[in-house]
């Protein structure tokens, strides 16, 4: 039910990626994508951000997939894969009333 690797393990906190963690919940893994993308941000390490939004395959959970688009929202014009993550999620998850990604493009 993950939607990414192990934030943990990315090069910026000195580890490789690693299968996700099934085991982590939904705030477990919340905290785990802003910890990640703060620590990267504060390291300029934009291109490991951008892999990390490119690498994400599981849309089957909105809350992950917001948590991803907020976290990387004040860094959006380094990151290119953003957009394009932003765009699979729109189709994913129709909002009629555009409210669900109101202020994250």
């Known amino acids: 039910m993950a939607a990414a690797q192990d934030l943990g393990s990315c090069p ?21 994508i802003f910890d990640t993308f703060n620590d990267l941000f504060w390291a ?28 990387s929202l004040p860094a959006k014009d380094k990151l290119p894969n ?10 994913r998850f129709p909002d009629p009333r555009g409210e669900l990604f109101q202020g994250l493009s």
């Open 12 to 32: 910026a906190r000195g580890g490789g990626s690693t299968p996700p963690r099934l085991s982590m919940n939904v705030d477990e893994q919340l905290d785990l």
């Open 44 to 71: 300029n390490n934009f291109e490991q951000a951008d892999k990390i939004l490119s690498e994400v395959e599981d849309y089957s959970s909105i809350d992950l997939i917001i948590g991803y688009l907020v976290a």
């Open 82 to 91: 953003r957009r394009q993550m932003l765009q699979t999620a729109q189709k």
